[in-house]
């Protein structure tokens, strides 16, 4: 139980381009979901929480117009890198709080974004 | 104050042996604890965690020792496997949100 899946796993775009990357609790309904970032041997930095229905809360430092995340339902959230820039290359994964349980975070595999 | 600090940054270990990673923190507004696991190019794995108002947790190998007074907590990997081998981050979480995650240790489990 208590299964993510993002999609799609890596994806390659050029510059000024934007994509899209899917978080899907397949098992169990979310309240919370929750975007991190990256960077090769380094820890997840937490970009945004997101509750179903509601805006999103961005952590300082991080561009809202730039990182567009939806949480239209219980259990997908999208979200979406506009203008994209080889600086935003990253291992974008998204997590997942158990409604009624959202001490517990379940993780995505993750997407891998190269901006070329 | 939102900091976690987490060492050792890397770990080697003998099959069969002890793996010891710590953490600290300096929020006490922080009312859970987990462990993560961690492979290359994979999501993390909720391995274990713990809530403050207990002070050990065991699940299988895997145990966690907290220590309230001095903000400390820990992992201890019990009869450590090749298998084992990952990079293991910790985390702290006040009332379900604001996950803030350590640097992160990896993990060598020599056969």
């Known amino acids: 139980g208590a299964v993510v899946s993002q999609h799609p796993s890596w994806v390659i775009c050029k510059s000024g381009t934007s994509v899209k990357i899917e978080c899907r609790s397949l098992?169990?309904?979310?309240?919370?979901m929750f975007w991190y970032r990256q960077f090769p041997k380094q820890s997840l930095m937490l970009m945004a929480t997101?509750?179903?229905?509601?805006?999103?809360?961005?952590e300082q430092g991080v561009e809202k117009d730039k990182f567009l995340i939806n949480h239209a339902s219980l259990t997908l959230s999208t979200l979406t890198v506009t203008s994209a820039h080889p600086e935003d290359s990253s291992f974008y994964i998204c997590?997942?709080?158990?409604?009624?349980?959202?001490?517990?975070?379940?993780f995505g595999p993750g997407t891998r974004l190269t901006v070329t | 104050q939102q900091q976690v600090k987490q060492s050792p940054q890397s770990l080697i270990v003998q099959k069969g042996g002890i793996s010891i990673i710590n953490c600290a923190y300096e929020?006490?507004?922080?009312?859970?604890f987990p462990w993560y696991q961690q492979f290359p190019g994979k999501g993390p794995a909720l391995l274990i965690a713990?809530?403050?108002?207990?002070s050990e947790k065991k699940e299988g190998r895997f145990t966690i020792s907290f220590n309230k007074s001095a903000k400390q907590f820990s992992l201890h990997i019990m009869d450590s496997q090749p298998g084992d081998s990952a990079t293991y981050f910790c985390?702290?979480?006040?009332?379900?949100?604001?996950?803030?995650f350590g640097p992160g240790t990896r993990l060598s489990v020599l056969p």
């Open positions: 713990i809530r403050p108002d207990v």
């Open positions: 929020n006490t507004a922080f009312d859970y």
């Open positions: 997101s509750n179903e229905g509601s805006k999103a809360t961005y």
């Open positions: 997590s997942a709080g158990l409604a009624g349980r959202s001490y517990e975070q379940y």
């Open positions: 985390a702290a979480s006040n009332y379900g949100q604001n996950f803030v």
């Open positions: 098992d169990f309904q979310a309240t919370t």
